[in-house]
């Protein structure tokens, strides 16, 4: 499946205000002129991940069509919203399980980590708008398509999905080395939210000051951590153990 893309200043201005869901613009490195102008701060206005790239790279993306200097790319999805589709589960499901990303960047990994997610019935995933990987051709592949099958939310900032999660009465549970507390000492059978980290970082320190605990995977071996995938899906099937 081939990614969908928009290229030209005012025909992504005009995405943009129509309300598509946008991935990711392209910009030319040093790209001048109002127009452009314009486009930057309605970017920063919606948030959406922008990259300054060579001439070279925007050429590749469009086959040398007249992109003035501007390529969009298009989700192949539509994003929740994070209130709705909380309130929504909690209504017909007495122990939700989400799952929050902090800017998971490897798009291979991402789609990884949602086919686990929809085979071990997670309500939905949360990821911030800015950093983190896009819905692209090759996340719906790794996820063998169940992108289309578990909703995904995009949000300004984790730490307020955390805080909404929290006050729906759900505990928020952090992925992460820097803790003695095994996972398997910790009761999952209540509403959960599991927050996992980005492959280099890990989970920012600002979010695991707010969590309600933070639990780690024994390493018996010299290698000192897991792929982020991989540490995903041991989470998420302690959670489906405990629960079944």
């Known amino acids: 499946m ?12 005009e995405a943009i205000e129509s309300g598509k869901e946008i991935e990711k613009i392209f910009f030319q490195r040093g790209l001048q002129g109002d127009s452009f102008k314009e486009l930057e701060l309605l970017t920063r206005k919606e948030a959406i991940n922008t990259s300054y790239v060579p001439l070279e790279k ?51 990994n991402f789609g990884a980590i949602i086919r686990t997610a929809e085979c071990t019935a997670v309500d939905g ?18 996820s063998t398509g169940a992108v289309f099958n578990i909703p995904i939310c995009k949000v300004d900032h984790i730490k ?12 928020v549970i952090a992925a992460s080395e820097k803790t003695d507390q095994l996972l398997y000492g910790i009761d999952l059978t209540i509403p959960t939210a599991i927050v996992m980290g980005s492959e280099g970082r890990g989970i920012n ?40």
């Open 160 to 171: 307020d999905a955390i805080y909404y999660l929290q006050g729906s009465g759900i505990q």
């Open 125 to 142: 995933i949360i990821v911030q708008k800015k950093g983190g990987a896009p819905v692209n051709a090759d996340t719906i592949k790794t």
């Open 2 to 13: 081939n990614d969908l893309s928009i290229h030209g200043i005012h025909p992504v201005i």
């Open 58 to 108: 925007l050429n590749r993306l469009t086959k040398n069509k007249n992109h003035q200097g501007v390529v969009a790319i298009i989700s192949p999805i539509s994003y929740y919203d994070l209130e709705s589709l909380i309130e929504g589960v909690l209504e017909k499901d007495s122990t939700p399980l989400f799952l929050l990303l902090d800017q998971i960047t490897d798009v291979r």
């Open 205 to 244: 320190p600002s979010v695991l000051k707010i969590v309600d605990a933070i639990a780690k995977l024994p390493m018996l071996g010299k290698t000192e951590s897991l792929n982020v995938s991989v540490a995903c899906g041991a989470f998420l099937y302690e959670v489906v153990r405990q629960r079944t």
